[in-house]
């Protein structure tokens, strides 16, 4: 076996869909978000990525098992004007180790273009500065003139300076080099508790993208307190048997 082995369960057609990334980062955010999309729009898991670099771990939901880094789609949606979207996730639980996360996001990138998929938006956190009930903003960092005009088109305001570390930030800078269609979207977030808050900023960006697709963030907002309480329930849980992982580095952005 491969280092990193991608497994589709099923065929899917992913032509011109937007494939969303989401693996941990500041406050969570990129995982609510992402997991708020496959349960609203009740997305299907069509396939994995496996690797024996990757945690041992088991992943529970709807009470089935599934791997650490799961993929899921959905249904093409078509509009009024003819138009089809389509939304696809890549999700984990987990950050996985340094020495993989370059081949990683190639695979992710290579398997991406092999289907067709028109752009790739990773979802990232930036760490908040002062009130927590302050007015969040959502940044954006294009890998190409054709991604930029799409974060001017939707007001989405570019990052001009600053790093980006592990999943996301390669697969920016392996956009540029492979002249691929990469966005990340960054939500200011507090890093020392879940944000759902800062989770819905990014869906409410993603839903503008996708006018047919509707990703309603309200009840994200609205349960956001509960949401909150149930991950920290959940880290609690998994303390007794889960290894301990390595600390993830601090972002910084300017």
Known sequence: MED???????????????????????????SIAGHFIIDTLKLNEVGTIVSREFMPATIIHNSRPSPPVRIYAGEKTCGPDGKCEQIAVIISEFMPPYQIIKPLAEKIINWAANKGVKAIV????????????????????????????????????ETQEGMITGVNGVLLYEGVL????????????????????????????????????????????????????KIRAFMEQSKPTAPQLPPIPTQMYG
Do not use: W
């Not at 082995?5 to 990129?30: H, K, M, Q, R």
């Not at 808050?197 to 963030?217: E, T, Y």
């Open 4 to 30: 990193i082995e991608l497994i589709e369960y099923n065929e899917v057609d992913l032509s011109n869909s937007l494939l969303v990334v989401a693996f941990p980062t500041v406050g969570l955010i990129s």
């Open 122 to 157: 990773s979802l990232e956190g930036t760490h908040a500065v002062g009130d927590k009930d302050k007015d969040m903003k959502v940044y954006g960092v294009a890998s190409n003139t054709e991604m930029k005009s799409i974060l001017k088109k939707y007001k989405i305001q």
């Open 178 to 229: 492979m002249q691929k269609d990469v966005i990340c979207l960054l939500s200011e977030a507090h890093s020392s508790y879940p944000d759902s808050r800062a989770a819905g900023n990014l869906l409410k960006k993603l839903d503008v993208m996708l006018p047919d697709i509707k990703i309603d963030p309200k009840p994200l907002y609205k349960e956001a307190e509960e949401i909150e309480k």
